[in-house]
């Protein structure tokens, strides 16, 4: 793979039941074409679950093949990002168990965008719904799912990062 398309990104497991550890595993290393072994750590936040992070090198959109693989676990609360490259937005996708799957593009400096569509729907929803701006742009910006792992992300500070590099 050229250097000029690879993408690159970290997925993190913010909390999932010991037992889907290795399925969790299996499910990142089918999509990276490599086996994969977590360095799992407790979660304070929810005890009985435990964290993890993988920073990842390989093809554009891989995050997205991630995620796909990841949400099918229903007790897993994930976020994965992935850095624009050349040709391609970058993104990032999150994952809780009670609001389902998030995505937004991103830029190199990791701030979400609105497309133009979405900021339009979302101000006819605040005007036709009787919601306010602020309530409909905060759901297009993700702050649900942001205000629920926040306290899991904190807890996560001194987890160890492995580096992997998809093949083929």
């Known amino acids: 793979m050229a250097k000029s398309s690879a993408a690159r990104g970290v997925v993190f497991v913010h909390s999932t039941p010991k037992a889907l550890c290795q399925h969790v595993e299996w499910a990142i290393g089918g999509i990276l074409g490599s086996s994969v072994n ?3 750590v407790d979660q304070p936040v929810a005890p009985g679950t435990v964290r993890a992070e993988l920073s990842w090198i390989g093809a554009p959109d891989l995050s997205a093949k991630i995620a796909s693989a990841l949400r ?3 007790n897993l609360r994930f976020e994965i990002t992935e850095e ?5 937005d970058g993104q990032r996708f999150v994952s809780t168990p009670t609001l389902g799957l998030w995505r937004s593009p991103m830029g190199v400096f990791g701030e979400g965008f609105i ?3 979405k900021l339009r729907a979302a101000m006819i929803a605040a005007v036709t719904q009787g919601n306010s701006l602020v309530e409909v742009v ?3 910006l993700g702050g649900a799912w942001d ?5 899991f992300r904190y807890a996560g500070d001194g ?5 992997l590099h998809q093949v083929g």
Not at 159 to 163: K, L
């Open 159 to 163: 987890v160890p990062v492995r580096w």
């Open 84 to 88: 624009p490259s050349p040709g391609f």
């Open 138 to 140: 905060d759901e297009v």
């Open 115 to 117: 497309s133009e569509e």
């Open 72 to 74: 099918i676990f229903p």
């Open 147 to 151: 205000r629920e792992l926040e306290p």
């Open 38 to 40: 977590l360095d799992w």
